[in-house]
C-alpha cells in the first residue's frame, strides 16, 4: 500500500515539475482566462458539486464529526459563488511573473537588477475546508507556480469535484492540467511523501490546526511556510490616547476570537491601568469576556480571575483575555519578546521614541503602531489575498500573497562587457 | 565525548541567542566601532598571529596537506592587511537594520510597509581559509546578526586567535562578545549540533567545498543558504555581435578557472558555428583550454576531443571547456534546463525578443545579457561584500550581501485605526 502511495505521488512530483515549467512561462492573459474559466465552471457545475459535499458530509456525520466541522465542511452555493468571485479577484491582480525592477548601473557600465520568478511547486497541507482548494490553487497559479493539493480526508470527494473544475478550466485555456493537482488518496502516507519531495516540491504550506503544522514542520525536509500561534498583544503606553487605547483593545480582542490576529494578552503601562483598566473591564463585561488578571491588575479589578503564568503562553481563540500590569515599554517589550508567537504585537502611545524602540525592538512578523492587531490581513495590507500568514523569518514573514509565491533572479544587461 | 561538545554547542547557541537581542539594537555607529576596532587590533596582533598560524601551517606539514591547501591556510601580512581592509569596508557600507521601506496608505487608513531586520543567529561552517573568519563575522556583525562560526579543523589556531581580536574589539566597543563565537573544538560532532540547533540558530551558510555543502543540506534542520555547483553556460546566438560574443567567451572561461561564475559550457547557435568556433579555437589555444565538442562541433573543431553525456553536467574549475552546437535558443534553453547549476548563465545576441525570452525563461540565479558570468559576484552587483552565492530559490537568490543577512517584517502605523 505504501510502496503503491510512493510510486504514486513520485509520478504527482515529476508531473508537477513538468507543468511547472509551462506555467512558468505562461502570459498572464492566459493565466487570467484559466482563473475566469475555473470560475465559470465551478458556478456551471454548482448542483454536482453540491451532490459531491453530501456524500462528504454523510460521511462526516456517520463518522461523528462535530457541527463545527460539518459546517467547514459545508459548500453552500455562497461558499461556490465565494470561490468563484476568489478565482475573479486573483484574476484582478497584477501578474508579479517577470517584474524586472531596481536595475542599476554599475562602475563596470553593466546595469544589475531583479526580475520576479514563480517559485516552482508548491506542496499546499490543509483540513477541512474545501474552498482552499480553489483559492490556494488561484494565488499558485496566477504566480506562476504548479500545486499540489492535499486536503482534509473528510473532505475529498468535494475537493477532487473542485479539481475536475480546475483541470477544465486550465484545459479551456490551454494550459496544463498537471498545474494543479489533487492528491486523490486519503491515506496519509501521502502527506509523508510530500513533504519529503525535496528534488520536485519547492515549498510547503500547511493550513490548518498547530498539531498538523507542528509536525509538518518537524519532518519536512522541504522548506515550510508555515504560523503556528496568533498569541497578539496590545501594549497601552502611559502616553497613550485614551479613547483609541480603548477603541484599539475592544476591536483587537472582540473584533471576532476565532482568528489567529485576535489579541490574547493586553499589556497595560502602570501609569494608565488605574485610569483605563476599569472602563475597559465595563466594555468587556458587555461583550462577556472572560478576564484574567496578574496581581497588580487583580488590585484594580478584584473581581476578575487571576492569570496562571499558562496564560501568558495560550492562544484562546475565544472571549478569553489575560492582563498584565508592566512598569513600562521595556517591560512590555521584554513580556513581548518571551510570550509573543512572532506574529502581531501593537503599541499604542503618543510619544515618538516609545513608538521607534517598539518598532525596532519587537520581532514579530506584523509590528503596529495606534491599531488594532486585527488588520494583520493580506487584503488589510494591500496584497489582494492572501495564501497564509508566515511568522518565520526567511523568505516571507507576516501575510503571504502573490509575492510572498514568487523570488527574485539577478539580470544583468551588458553590452559586450567583460570582467578585468 | 560527544556529551560534553553537546553540552557545549548548545552554550554557544544560547549565548548566541542572547548576545543577538543586543546587537539587533545595537546602533550603526556602535557596530561600526566595533569593526574599526577590529581591524586594527588584527594589524596590532599580526606577529601574534602569524606565530598561531604557524603552528596550523606546522601541523598540517606534518599531516602531509599539499601545497594549494596550506597555501589557503596561510595567514600572510597582506592576507591580514586585507581582513583589516575588509572590516573597513563592511564599515563603510549602509546599515540595512531598521530601514522602512514601501509605506503605502491602505483603504482603511492604516499605512502598511517594512522594515529590515536581522535573521538573528547566523551558523558559517567553512574550511581552511582563516580569512574567513574576519570576513564573515564582519557582515554578520554590521546586519546586526549573531555568528557561530565553525572553521576547518586544520585552521584552528588560526581561527581562534583572529576570534580573540574579535571578542576584544567587540568589547572596545561596548558589544556583546559573544555577538561572535568561533568553535574551540576541532571535533566533527559539533557541526552536526550546530545544523540541528534550530531553537537557536536561524540560519547555515556552508562555505567549500561541495561534499561538505551536499553533506550539511541533507543533514540540516535549520535552513541552509548555499550553492552547490557553477555550472554555468553562454549561449552564442546566431544573432550575435561576434566581436563581442568571442570577447565574452574567452573572459567567461579564461578570466579565472577556478571559480564558481566560469563558464564550463559554452553553447553556440548552428547557424554562428562555422564563423566563431574555429576563430574561438585558435583564442583557446593560446591560453591552453582543453576544448570538448559534441559531434556537430567536431565536425567544425576535428582535433578537438569529444564530449562525453558526463561532460555536460561538470564542473571542470580548470581550463576545460566543453561546447555544444544547438539549433538555436530554444535548444540552449533546453540544455540549460537540463544541465545548469542554477547559478549563472549568459546569452550574446543582439535580438531583443530571444533576449525577453532568455531572461524569462532561464531560471537560474543570475540571467546574463551579453555579459560575461564572470561578473556574478557581490561587489560587482554593488552589494559592497558578499558572505557566498545562492542558487536557492527561497530567501536570497545569488550573490548574498548584507541584505541577503536581514528580513523585512511588516509594520502597521495607525492612529486609533480598528478594522470594521
Not at 70 to 90: C, F, K, N, W
Not at 257 to 274: D, H, K, R, S
Not at 314 to 326: G, M, Q
Request: proline fraction near 3%; aromatic fraction near 4%.
Amino acid at each position: 500500500m505504501t510502496d503503491t502511495i510512493k510510486t504514486y505521488m513520485r509520478e504527482v512530483g515529476e508531473k508537477a515539475s513538468a507543468a511547472a515549467l509551462e506555467i512558468a512561462r505562461a502570459d498572464t492573459g492566459r493565466k487570467n482566462a484559466a482563473l475566469a474559466a475555473i470560475a465559470g465552471i465551478l458556478l456551471d457545475k454548482q448542483a454536482w458539486l453540491q451532490e459531491q459535499n453530501a456524500l462528504d458530509l454523510e460521511h462526516g456525520k456517520n463518522k461523528g464529526l462535530d457541527a463545527a466541522l460539518l459546517d467547514r465542511l459545508a459548500l453552500t452555493p455562497e461558499r461556490i459563488q465565494g470561490m468563484a468571485e476568489g478565482l475573479r479577484q486573483v484574476a484582478a491582480l497584477p501578474d508579479p511573473v517577470g517584474e524586472i525592477s531596481d536595475l542599476k548601473k554599475q562602475p563596470s557600465g553593466i546595469q544589475v537588477g531583479k526580475m520576479r520568478v514563480p517559485l516552482g511547486v508548491i506542496g499546499i497541507i490543509y483540513e477541512s475546508r474545501p474552498n482552499v482548494t480553489a483559492d490556494a490553487a488561484a494565488l499558485c497559479l496566477k504566480s506562476g507556480n504548479a500545486t499540489i493539493l492535499r486536503g482534509g480526508s473528510e473532505a475529498i470527494h468535494s475537493n477532487l469535484a473542485i479539481a475536475d473544475c480546475i483541470y477544465a478550466g486550465l484545459e479551456q485555456a490551454g494550459l496544463p492540467a498537471d498545474a494543479v493537482q489533487v492528491i486523490n488518496t486519503a491515506d496519509r502516507a501521502a502527506v509523508g511523501e510530500l513533504i519529503t519531495m525535496s528534488d520536485t516540491v519547492s515549498v510547503i504550506i500547511p493550513r490548518g490546526g498547530k498539531g498538523l503544522i507542528e509536525r509538518i514542520s518537524r519532518e519536512s525536509t522541504v522548506p515550510v511556510i508555515k504560523h503556528l500561534d496568533g498569541i497578539c498583544h496590545v501594549y497601552i503606553d502611559d502616553e497613550a490616547d485614551m479613547d483609541k487605547a480603548i477603541a484599539i483593545a475592544m476591536n483587537a480582542k472582540t473584533h471576532r476570537y476565532g482568528v489567529c490576529n485576535a489579541m490574547e494578552t493586553l499589556l497595560v503601562a502602570e501609569g494608565a491601568a488605574q485610569e483605563i483598566l476599569p472602563k475597559l473591564a465595563d466594555a468587556y463585561a458587555e461583550k462577556d469576556v472572560e478576564l484574567r488578571g496578574c496581581k497588580k491588575t487583580l488590585a484594580i479589578l478584584p473581581d476578575i480571575k487571576a492569570a496562571t503564568e499558562e496564560d501568558w503562553d495560550t492562544e484562546y481563540l475565544a472571549p478569553v483575555l489575560s492582563i498584565r500590569i508592566v512598569d513600562g515599554i521595556d517591560q512590555a517589550i521584554a513580556h513581548i519578546h518571551a510570550h509573543s508567537s512572532d506574529h502581531t504585537d501593537s503599541i499604542v502611545t503618543e510619544n515618538y521614541s516609545r513608538i521607534m524602540q517598539f518598532l525596532r525592538e519587537v520581532d514579530s512578523s506584523s509590528v503596529m503602531v495606534n491599531a488594532s492587531t486585527r488588520f494583520a490581513d493580506g487584503f488589510e495590507y494591500g496584497l489582494g489575498a492572501e495564501i497564509g500568514i508566515s511568522t518565520d523569518k526567511l523568505h516571507a514573514r507576516g501575510p503571504v500573497g502573490l509575492e510572498g509565491l514568487t523570488s527574485q533572479k539577478y539580470i544583468v544587461l551588458g553590452e559586450g562587457h567583460v570582467r578585468g
